[in-house]
C-alpha cells in the first residue's frame, strides 16, 4: 500500500511540474488585451488644437506603460471644420476609434457608431453636470466629459488699470464706459474674431438663448412654433453687445481668424478677447507675464448680466464598432484614473476636470475665474447643442453681414428666425 500511494504522488508531482511549466510566467500577470501580445494601433481624432502637443505628450506617457497598444492622434480644429472632417472620415472608411461628440442633438446624430460607457470604472466620478450632455433617454452614457469650460471676455488687468478702470465692468453700462476709457488711451478695447463662424455665431449668439427665463423651454418653443426670435426682449437686448464689439474692435474684425485674434490679445494690442479658459496656454506661451481674468458678454444693466457661460464643451466617444474596442476603453479609463493622467489634465492641459476624483490644481487666471464663477453660481448655460444642426454656421454668415454694414438689426433676427424655421 505504501509503494501504491509513493508512485501516485510521484506521478502527481511529475504532472505538476510539467504543468506549471506549461503555464509559467503567465500566474499573476495581466495578458494584454491585444491577445497574444500582437501590438495594436488607435486611431484618435479630436478637435481641440489648444491641447494637441500636450496631448501627445501624454500619448506618448501613456505607449510606455502600455508598450501593447499605439495611439495614432490627429487634430482637427481651430476654426477648421470638424464635424465635417468627421463625417468624411466615416464615409470613407476610416472611422476613428476615438473622437468627439458635443452631446444632446449631436448625441442623436451619432448615437448609432457609439458604446455605451455607463459600466466604465470613470463613470461613477463624473460631475452631475458632465453626464447630461450624453446620457439617453434610457439613462444609458455614451461619452465622458473632456471637462468644464466656461468663457467670457478675457481681460488684460494691466491695460485696465493704465485705463483708469478701477472695478471690472459687470453690466452693459460698465462695459461700455470701461472700452471709451480704454479707446481714450489708444488702446483697442476688443480682439474680435469675426472670421470664424463659431466665435459669434455659437459662442456669442448663446447669450441671449442662454439668458431667457428658461432656456430649454425657449428653444422647445422654437422647435414647435410657439416661439419667436423677432420680437424677444433678450434678443432685442443682444443687439446692444454686438454692438459695443464692433465699434471699439480691432481693425477688420471679419478677416480675424482664430490665430490672429488670440495673438492681438495675448501681445497686448487689444484689452479685451471674447474667449474661453481654452486659450490660456495659447496666452502664455506669448505672454508669460499675462495677468487676466474674466468679464461676462453682459447685454443689459440687470444683475443677471453678470454671468459666466460654463459647460462641458465636448465628450471623448468610442466608435462602438472599433476592433480595438477594450484598448479605446483602456485608454479613457488610464486617461482620468491614473496619477499622469490626472496631472496631464490639470496642469499640463490647464482644464477645470469634470471629476469628483481630480482635484483642480495648477489652474490658471482663467481657470480660477470660472472656479469662482460657478462656486457663486453666476453662470449660464451652453445651448448650441440643442440648436438644429447647421444653425450655427448659417448664424454667423448672417452676423458677418450685419457686421459689414449689408443688412439692419431687425433683418437679423429674420434671418435667425428663418434659419431656424428651415432646419429644424
Known amino acids: ?34 491577445g497574444s501580445g500582437d501590438v495594436v494601433t488607435l486611431n484618435f481624432f479630436q478637435f481641440k488644437v489648444e491641447i494637441a502637443d500636450q496631448l501627445q505628450k501624454l500619448i506618448d506617457e501613456f505607449e510606455a ?16 471644420d470638424y464635424g465635417g472632417a468627421l463625417k468624411a472620415k466615416f464615409a470613407s472608411g476610416e472611422k476613428p476609434d476615438i473622437f468627439n461628440n458635443g452631446g444632446f442633438k449631436e448625441l442623436e446624430l451619432w448615437k448609432e457608431h457609439l458604446a455605451d460607457l455607463s459600466e466604465e470604472p470613470w463613470a461613477e466620478h463624473v460631475l452631475p453636470i458632465g453626464k447630461v450632455p450624453m446620457t439617453d433617454e434610457e439613462g444609458k452614457l455614451y461619452g465622458m466629459p473632456v471637462n468644464l469650460e466656461g468663457y467670457g471676455f478675457i481681460y488684460n488687468k494691466d491695460l485696465f488699470k493704465e485705463a483708469g478702470v478701477t472695478e471690472p465692468p459687470t453690466n452693459i453700462t460698465e462695459l461700455k464706459a470701461a472700452a471709451e476709457k480704454l479707446e481714450a488711451k489708444g488702446i483697442n478695447a476688443f480682439s474680435a474674431g469675426y472670421g470664424e463662424w463659431w466665435v459669434i455665431g455659437q459662442h456669442l449668439l448663446n447669450i441671449p438663448f442662454a439668458q431667457q427665463e428658461d432656456p430649454e423651454a425657449f428653444i422647445a418653443g422654437l422647435y414647435d412654433g410657439s416661439e419667436k426670435i423677432p420680437g424677444n426682449e433678450q434678443f432685442k437686448n443682444f443687439k446692444s453687445v454686438l454692438d459695443a464689439e464692433l465699434k471699439f474692435s480691432n481693425d477688420n ?11 492681438l490679445f495675448a501681445s497686448g494690442e487689444t484689452a479685451m ?11 502664455y506661451e506669448i505672454n508669460p507675464d499675462m495677468n487676466m481674468g474674466f468679464l461676462p458678454i453682459s447685454m443689459t ?61 495648477g489652474l490658471g487666471d482663467l481657470g480660477q475665474s470660472i472656479l469662482e464663477y460657478s462656486k457663486e453660481e453666476k453662470t449660464i448655460p451652453w445651448t448650441w447643442f440643442r440648436w438644429p444642426d447647421g444653425a450655427n ?30 432646419l429644424k
Not at 273 to 283: A, C, D, K, S, V
Open 1 to 34: 500500500m505504501k509503494r501504491i500511494i509513493l508512485s501516485l504522488m510521484a506521478v502527481l508531482f511529475t504532472f505538476g511540474i510539467v504543468a506549471g511549466c506549461s503555464s509559467s510566467g503567465s500566474s499573476g500577470e495581466e495578458k494584454p488585451k491585444s
Open 65 to 80: 506603460e502600455h508598450p501593447n497598444i499605439k495611439i495614432k492622434l490627429e487634430t482637427v480644429g481651430g476654426g477648421a
Open 253 to 263: 474684425p471679419l478677416t480675424t481668424d482664430y490665430n490672429t485674434q488670440v495673438t
Open 273 to 283: 478677447l471674447q474667449q474661453g479658459n481654452w486659450t490660456e496656454n495659447m496666452i
Open 301 to 361: 444693466d440687470d444683475e443677471n448680466a453678470d454671468r459666466l457661460p460654463v459647460g462641458v464643451p465636448n465628450n471623448w466617444v468610442i466608435n462602438k464598432n472599433s476592433e480595438h474596442l477594450e484598448e479605446a476603453k483602456q485608454f479613457l479609463n488610464w486617461m482620468v484614473s491614473s496619477e499622469t493622467g490626472k496631472r496631464y489634465i490639470t496642469e499640463e492641459f490647464a482644464f477645470i476636470p469634470a471629476f469628483d476624483n481630480i482635484e483642480p490644481e
Open 393 to 422: 454656421k448659417e448664424f454667423a454668415a448672417s452676423i458677418q453681414e450685419y457686421a459689414a454694414g449689408k443688412i439692419d438689426y431687425d433683418t437679423l433676427l429674420e434671418r435667425f428666425q428663418s434659419t431656424w424655421d428651415n
